[in-house]
Structures are given as C-alpha cells and as structure tokens.
C-alpha cells in the first residue's frame, strides 16, 4: 500500500526521483468556487512510490478560523501565484476531516474517506461530488499569461454653448397717404322773389362747416420674425493608445528542453525535461 509523505521530506530523501526543479505549490494563494479565496497552500502529500502529488493541504482560513484539509491535486487549476478549485465548496471543505500533521496518511485510506466526505449528507445535494482517479492526477498544464489593452469610454462636458438675445432699436420710415377737406366757397347769382326782408334777421349770421382730415396714428405690434433651434451632432475621430503591456512565453526548444531566452540549454544536474515529466507522472 503506498504511503503519502510531505513533499519538503520527499525532496530530502528521493531528489533523485524528482529533480531539483520540482514544482511546490506550498505559499500559493488558493481560491475556491466562484474564486472565492479560501486561503493559502501549505503543502503537498506525494505518493512514496511514484512521486506524483495526489494531495494538496489547503489552509481554509479564508472560510473558516482555522482548518487544514486535504483537497485532492486534479481538483486544482494552477495560474501564476494563484491556485484554483473550481468546483470546491465551503459545505464539502466543512465536510472534510482535520489534516493531522502526525498521522500517516496512505493513498488508499485518504482516497475512501474521500468518497465518503464529497457526498456526506451534510453538504447540499447540488454540490455532492462522485471522486473518480482523474480528481487526483496533479495538474500538468501550465497557463501561460498575457496582458491585453482594455479601453473605455468616459463622457466629458468638451465644451459649453449658450445661446442670448439682446433688443436692437432702430428707425423705420413708413409712408402714410392722409386725407383732409377744405373749404370751398361757390357763389351763384340767383334772381327770384322771396318773402323775407332785409333786416327780419341779425345781419351777423354766419354758417359753419366742419372740415375734417385724417391724422396718423402709430403703434406697435409685436410678431415673432425668427425661431432658434440649438442642437448638437456628434463627430467621430480615432486615437491611438499607446500602452505597454506582458505576456509570458515557454521556454523549451522543440525536444522538450529546458531552455534560457536565448535558446541556451539549461543543464539540471543531468536531469532532462523527459526525466522531470516522467517523475511527475505526465
């Protein structure tokens, strides 16, 4: 029955077997479903025989005050400084019994009390989980990193227009045809009698005549001579961003070696890339 020992005593007693460049998730940032940050990683158990990782111990005290847990390898997504458990719960964590650093674990026992926890009845139905053997191959893919430009949009106030109006007086010249009367005096010599004599009436009378005319009267009206309508329309012009940005690359040349960025080939005290993907079980 093969036994799971710490990675640091692996590293002491079978450098042989996993090389000096061993990959150590132990510090990691770890992050739960919904990247939920869970805590951080404390370590790894690796299977004695064949030195894969198949455990990793898993410091929850993002979600609780303090709990150490085993959280099978193949359930992690490794980017960068950040590991991920995409599908692990804080009801299956709860689930879980204590990491016991005196106790020794073995792959077989740890992987039945596996079976049992991720389908206790104390975790919601919906996030109950069958272990099957791939939920403990270690992951074997590493995610290389790069910076994309993302660019938005802020509206600004660019400018301000303000529309007045003010009076302007000026003088206009209209003309006007008027009408006035005047008097006309027409004498006709008449011959024919008449009853009246001269002195039955005041020798004063006079007759009068009203004379009219037209006179000009001015006022004012107010019209409306020109509507303003102020509207905006919207142009369109490019600008170009400049930004410096990162992305990383492999360094391995076509034989799956291991090499610097100018394609030097790094020496491992004879260790090859072969060697280190067979002794992680790739």
């Known amino acids: 029955m093969s036994q799971l020992i710490r990675l640091q005593d692996i590293q002491a007693t079978h450098r042989d077997l996993i090389g000096d460049d061993y990959y150590d998730p132990t510090g990691k940032t770890a992050y739960g479903v919904d990247e939920d940050k869970i805590g951080r990683i404390d370590g790894a158990l690796v299977e004695d025989t064949t030195g894969r990782i198949r455990y990793l111990i898993v410091d929850a005290g993002g979600w609780f005050t303090s709990k150490e847990v085993l959280v099978p390898a193949g359930l992690a997504r490794i980017v960068g400084d950040d590991v991920f458990f995409d599908s692990l719960t804080k009801s299956q964590v709860d689930a879980m019994e204590l990491y016991d650093h005196d106790y020794q674990y073995s792959y077989k026992e740890q992987y039945e009390n596996d079976r049992k926890a991720f389908v206790a009845d104390t975790i919601p139905a919906e996030d109950r ?32 227009v303000k529309v007045g109006k003010h009076v302007v007086t000026e003088e206009r010249n209209v003309n006007v045809d008027l009408e006035e009367e005047h008097a006309h005096i027409e004498r006709t010599n008449v011959d024919r009698p008449t009853d009246r004599h001269i002195g039955d009436v005041d020798g004063n009378e006079t007759i009068e005549v009203e ?15 020109e509507e303003v309508s102020v509207g905006k329309t919207t142009e369109r012009h490019s600008e170009t961003i400049v930004e410096t940005i990162q992305r990383e690359e492999l360094d391995i040349d076509r034989d799956g070696n291991v090499v610097d960025r100018e394609g030097n080939l790094v020496d491992r005290d004879d260790i090859t890339a072969e060697d280190v993907r067979r002794a992680r079980g790739m």
């Open 211 to 225: 004379l009219e005319a037209e006179r000009a009267r001015v006022s004012k009206e107010t019209y409306v001579a």
């Open 129 to 160: 989980m069958e272990m099957k053997d791939a939920n403990y191959e270690a992951p074997n893919k590493l995610e290389l990193l790069e910076e994309r430009l993302t660019v938005n949009k802020d509206r600004i106030v660019a400018g301000l």
